[in-house]
C-alpha cells in the first residue's frame, strides 16, 4: 500500500516514518509532502492508500486540504497526526471524513491502534 | 483575557516528559532533569537556540522552548536519528521548531477555546526572553537540564491586544 506522509517539518516525517515501521507498518510505499498544497497535489497524482497529515501547515491546513479532497471527489482514507487535538477539531475533522487523530507525541502503540484497521 | 487555571509548571512538566520519552530518549537512557537547570547559560548569548508557537484567540500568547546550541543539537540528533556530527543548521531549527509546536500544542489544549497556533519562529544565536516578548507576563516555566545542558520551557500569557502577534 501506499501511505502519504504531510508534515512541514521533516524531523516530524522521518518521526512518523520510524513509528511507521517500529508498529509493523514498514513494508509500505511511503511519499512525503511539506505543505497543504503539496499534500493535495501529492494525493490527486499519486493516489495515496492512507493518508497521514499534520493538521497545521503552511499553503493550507490539514482540514483544508480533506475539504478539498472530499469536494473534488477524492475519499481517500485520511488521519491526522497532530500536536494539537481538542473537542471542536476532532468533531470537525470527523465531520469533513478523517478516521482518527493521533496525538503527538505518539508512540508506536497509538499507530497501531489507528492503522491497524486500515493497513493491518 | 487572563486565565485562572493552568498551564502549570507541573503541566509541562507532565508534556516535556512525555516528549522525551517518545522521541528524546525512547530508551530511557537520557533523561530530561528536572532538579537542576543552570539557567544563567541562557542569556540571550549567541550560544542560544530558542523557538516560539504562539497562541491567538481566546487565550493570547507564546510558548517558548530555548536551550543551548549543544543541547540543540542534541535534539535534532537524537529526533532525526543521525550521529552529532551529521547534524546542519537547518536539522537544529527543524527539531527545536518542531519541539515547540508539540509542547506549544499541548499546553494549546490547556488553555480556553477558540485559539489558533501559530506556526513556529526559531531564533538561533538570539535572545529568548526580555526584549523579544516585550508584552508578556510569565505564566509558568519548565527549568531543565538534558546532556549537562540547559532547556527552559516558558508560557508567555501577552498582557497588550498588540502583543499576541508579536512573535
Not at chain 2, 508539540?102 to 531564533?123: C, D, M, T, Y
Not at chain 2, 527552559?152 to 508579536?166: I, K
Amino acid at each position: 500500500m501506499k501511505i502519504l506522509i504531510a508534515d512541514d517539518s521533516r524531523v516530524m516525517r522521518q518521526i512518523v516514518t520510524r513509528t511507521l515501521r517500529q508498529a509493523g507498518f514498514g513494508g509500505h510505499e511511503l511519499v512525503e509532502a511539506c505543505d497543504g498544497q503539496e499534500l493535495f497535489d501529492a494525493t490527486v497524482k499519486e493516489k495515496p492508500d492512507l493518508v497521514l497529515s499534520d493538521w497545521n501547515m503552511p499553503a493550507m491546513t490539514g482540514i483544508e486540504v480533506l475539504r478539498a479532497l472530499r469536494a473534488n471527489g477524492v475519499q481517500v482514507p485520511f488521519g491526522f497526526v497532530t500536536s494539537e487535538v481538542t473537542t471542536s477539531m476532532r468533531d470537525e475533522a470527523e465531520a469533513t471524513g478523517a478516521l482518527f487523530l493521533i496525538a503527538k507525541p505518539f508512540t508506536a502503540d497509538m499507530f497501531r491502534d489507528s492503522l491497524d484497521p486500515i493497513l493491518g | 483575557m487572563s486565565i485562572s487555571t493552568g498551564p502549570t509548571s507541573e503541566d509541562l512538566r507532565v508534556i516535556a516528559e512525555e516528549v522525551w520519552a517518545s522521541y528524546l530518549d525512547p530508551e530511557g537512557i537520557r533523561p530530561l532533569l528536572l532538579d537542576y537547570s543552570p539557567d544563567e547559560k541562557l542569556d540571550g548569548s549567541d550560544g542560544e537556540v530558542s523557538a516560539a508557537v504562539s497562541v491567538t484567540g481566546a487565550w493570547r500568547g507564546h510558548v517558548v522552548v530555548a536551550c543551548t546550541s549543544a543541547a540543540s543539537k542534541h535534539a535534532a540528533a537524537a529526533l532525526l536519528g543521525i550521529g552529532l556530527d551529521d547534524v546542519g543548521g537547518d536539522d537544529v531549527a527543524d527539531a527545536l521548531g518542531e519541539l515547540a509546536n508539540v509542547i506549544g500544542g499541548n499546553v494549546k489544549s490547556l488553555l480556553p477555546e477558540p485559539s489558533a497556533l501559530s506556526l513556529p519562529h526559531v531564533v538561533i544565536a538570539g535572545p529568548s526572553s526580555g526584549s523579544r516578548w516585550p508584552a508578556v507576563t510569565e505564566l509558568c516555566r519548565l527549568s531543565a537540564t538534558w546532556y549537562d545542558e540547559p532547556i527552559v520551557v516558558s508560557v508567555l500569557e501577552s498582557t497588550s491586544r498588540e502583543g499576541a502577534s508579536a512573535a
